[in-house]
């Protein structure tokens, strides 16, 4: 095998581990927050549901989360304010972006309850 072989397993395996885990999360989350499961099986709406519909984030943030370059520190950002909204640290909004995988299904089959008003903007709410 060369480098390029090596390079496609390498992201499969990595794609058929995270994946599965980040929407087997979402799964319990979106409920959470009062959206419709089935939502995180569809591809880029999921996205939309994460950031307007649980996050409470404008739809600009969903175009952020979109541009490439832009979306590292916009999901990042997402992910810290999904964390606020279940009255969880930012440091804890850092694991669902970094470790999403881990983090979205502790989430979801934890204990932990969505709060409407619990969080403060994380930045502008164009």
Known sequence: MNLGDDLIWYLMVWAG???PG???GWLRVFPK???P???AF???YNIY???VGVARLSVL???LVLVPVVQIIAAILVNVEVARRFGKSEAFGLGLALLGFVFYPMLGFGSDQYQEGAAEPAGPAW
Do not use: M, N
């Open 61 to 63: 943030w969903f175009v």
């Open 49 to 51: 549901v994460l950031v």
């Open 22 to 24: 980040v929407v087997l």
């Open 17 to 19: 581990i995270t994946v």
């Open 33 to 35: 927050a009062g959206q």
């Open 42 to 44: 569809v591809p880029v």
């Open 37 to 39: 499961g089935w939502a």
